[in-house]
């Protein structure tokens, strides 16, 4: 429904910023025995938290599509040897091979996915209507960052929900201040713009970074909407091929998730079971969560 634009990337060398990544690689095999559970709210152990999860006994069969971080430290056990890493995540790290197109004629690219060789996968999460201690804690204790389209009138009552998020590793976008999904039919470009500053003014204001990244609510978007996101200082469009959805996964292209798929979820009530869904397609992709930010560098 988004359409494929032509802002297709160059393959070009590799950014010189090494990521940071990301992807809870450890993690991943540590909890993966909670994952397909945590449709069903607080199935999981209270010490699921990666340090103890990882000497959890019961990993699943399905799950061990573990690709990555072979080296699992030992296991968190009672020992009494001080283990100051215990609790910190092993996350890979991938040198970008994807090079954001750049701005050509005031127009920001529209990225639906990134071209890569990596094993990445990119997690989106829009709106931010439902706010549930929930969905702080699974993407906390599965350390996965995510690039979080915001939309200012539905996080307008609690805007302070989302710093669990930025201190767990993800980053604010700009989803608009109202989320007119008919902006691009009814509005030219003065209040499309409008719109979209509005956003990253709260943004900064409340997070502290303006977001370098928008996403059209609904999905659709035009010249004029390209236009009035560069104009407003953002560097793309992402949009999507995946999506975590009333907890299961849709494709617009095959059945599984690819290597640089961008996914769309939604902070709703089904947060965990969307959570779950898109966690099993990851791991059997075995694929690594990856801040879409750090791979483009406009982080
Ligand atoms: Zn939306």
């Known amino acids: 429904m988004c359409g494929n634009h032509s802002a297709v990337p160059n393959s070009t060398p590799a950014r010189r910023a090494v990521l940071g990544a990301f992807g809870a690689s450890l993690v991943a095999g540590l909890s993966a025995c909670a994952a397909p559970e945590s449709t069903a709210p607080e199935t999981t152990t209270p010490e699921l938290s990666p340090a103890s999860a990882s000497a959890s006994p019961e990993v699943p069969g399905p799950n061990g599509a573990l690709s990555v971080g072979g080296e699992v430290p030992p296991s968190y056990s009672a020992a009494p040897t001080p283990t100051p890493t215990a609790t910190k995540r092993i996350r890979r790290t991938f040198i970008p091979d994807y090079q954001l197109p750049p701005i050509v004629g005031g127009l920001a690219p529209v990225i639906t996915k990134i071209e890569t060789k990596h094993p990445v996968v990119f997690l989106t999460i829009d709106d931010g209507n439902i706010k549930t201690p929930e969905s702080v804690r699974l993407m906390t204790d599965y350390d996965y960052p995510a690039s979080l389209f915001l939309t200012r009138d539905t996080i307008a009552d609690n805007p ?3 710093n669990a998020f930025k201190a767990q590793g993800s980053l604010v976008e700009n ?3 109202t989320h007119n999904i008919n902006m691009v039919r009814q509005w030219g470009y003065q209040q499309q713009l409008n719109d979209i500053v509005g956003m990253q003014d709260y943004a900064f204001q409340h997070y502290g970074r303006r977001p370098t990244l928008f996403r059209p609510p609904g999905g659709a978007y035009s010249n004029v909407m390209r236009q009035a996101v560069a104009a407003a200082g953002m560097k793309a469009i992402i949009t999507w091929e995946a999506k975590a959805n009333a907890g299961k996964m ?11 798929d961008i996914v769309l979820m939604h902070f709703r009530a ?3 079971a969307d959570f779950a869904a898109f966690r099993a397609a ?8 990856v801040l879409l930010e750090d791979f483009l560098g406009v982080a």
């Open 160 to 162: 302070a929900f989302f």
């Open 175 to 177: 989803h608009t201040v």
């Open 250 to 260: 849709d494709y617009q292209v095959g059945n599984s998730l690819r290597p640089g």
């Open 270 to 272: 089904e947060f965990a």
């Open 282 to 289: 990851q791991l059997a992709a075995g694929l690594e969560v």
